[in-house]
């Protein structure tokens, strides 16, 4: 089989309406996969107010948005009959899930139903969001569920080893391959770094900037920077906090960082400026599969201080591009940015061997790991 008998069903939860790394992932393979001659259609909920032109052919599927403060997002009842009637006529030769929602696992029953190989990847630790939002007690049943839907496909693709791992733990025995993300290295580099646009935001040429980048909700570890800054503060470590983005916990965040510079929501040359213009990238949480924002610091030769958990595992070696930290551990973090802050030869030397390590991931080596997976699946299907 060739890549140009592949017809390709995906289903999102996100496709374009809300950014965020998961999405971006998703088109780039989208935009590859079309390169290649891939028939591919897309089954999503969709907005009127999209964030961004959808890569490729979009079917909107009727949603809700999700209650409890977090209605960016929307949840898809599942595929209705017109849904089914428009995947009948493309009659793909495989469907692709990106989220074990009622949506994902709603296209699974279908696939095997209709005998269509199906493959899975995996972009978000949803089970460990409850403990955000005080009900982590449901973690056990997540993960149950999560195990379930993972094993009722054919393949399932993962961002690193680390996530293959944690899988395996749960008790996921299907056959797992990894497809890693890329970075726009015009985009993320040490060139567009820009001391005037940091003094714009008041922020002086001698202080050393600690990063925070992606949207801010509790999942991304907020409390536990704002825990770490005031640590830093009362050590009287010289700092300045810089904010790269927004969501709907900006002003809870703003209460307890006071001092930052909240530089808002950035995208494409602007948001690699405001990557290159920090000095350390700070990232506690512990939800990452991958670590976009992780991957895009260092392609700016930008060092890390990140939690020791899936995703970061895979990119930062400790001591050598940045720190790996106990999740939740406030003085630990803070000894590593304090180390970092100090020490400039230190802080330029980790940068360094960021940049070096960022410069192997390609997006179009890693978009065809899926493509290999779409076609291994297949042919062990004939």
Do not use: C
Not at 39 to 53: I, M, N, W
Not at 91 to 96: E, K, L, V, Y
Request: charged share 20%; aromatic share 10%; no cysteine.
């Amino acid at each position: 089989m060739q890549p140009t008998d592949l017809r390709v069903a995906l289903f999102s939860g996100n496709y374009n309406y809300t950014r965020d790394g998961a999405n971006q992932a998703l088109n780039l393979l989208v935009g590859y996969l079309l390169s290649k001659g891939v028939a591919v259609r897309v089954y999503s909920p969709t907005s009127s107010k999209p964030a961004f032109a959808p890569t490729g052919d979009l079917v909107k599927v009727p949603a809700f948005k999700l209650p409890g403060g977090r209605d960016e997002y929307k949840l898809a009842r599942g595929l209705p009959a017109a849904t089914r009637a428009d995947l009948a006529e493309f009659a793909p030769n495989m469907i692709h899930v990106s989220a074990p929602e009622f949506l994902g696992h709603r296209a699974v029953s279908y696939a095997r139903r209709n005998n269509i190989a199906s493959l899975a990847s995996l972009h978000t630790r949803f089970e460990t969001y409850g403990s955000y939002y005080r009900i982590g007690w449901l973690a056990p049943a997540a993960i149950r569920l999560l195990t379930r839907f993972y094993n009722r496909v054919d393949r399932v693709v993962t961002p690193g080893q680390s996530m293959a791992d944690l899988i395996r733990d749960w008790g996921v025995t299907t056959p797992i391959s990894i497809w890693s993300r890329g970075v726009d290295h015009d985009r993320f580099s040490p060139k567009v770094r820009d001391l005037a646009w940091r003094r714009s935001l008041g922020i002086a040429d001698d202080e050393v900037a600690i990063g925070f980048l992606g949207r801010l909700v509790l999942e991304k570890g907020l409390d536990i920077f704002a825990d770490v800054v005031a640590t830093l503060k009362a050590r009287g470590v010289r700092h300045r906090v810089l904010v790269i983005g927004d969501g709907p916990a900006r002003d809870w965040f703003a209460e307890r960082v006071p001092d930052a510079a909240f530089a808002g929501f950035q995208r494409g040359a602007d948001l690699g400026r405001a990557v290159a213009s920090m000095d350390v990238l700070f990232n506690p949480s512990v939800t990452e599969t991958f670590g976009n924002v992780t991957l895009e610091a260092m392609a700016a030769s930008v060092p890390v201080v990140a939690a020791r958990a899936t995703g970061a595992v895979d990119l930062i070696e400790d001591g050598v591009n940045g720190f790996l930290v106990p999740p939740r551990d406030v003085e630990a973090y803070a000894d590593a940015i304090q180390r970092l802050v100090e020490n400039d030869e230190a802080r330029h030397a980790q940068g360094a061997a960021g940049h070096a390590k960022a410069a192997t991931y390609q997006w179009d080596s890693v978009n065809q790991s899926v493509l290999d997976a779409y076609l291994e699946v297949l042919a062990a299907r004939a």
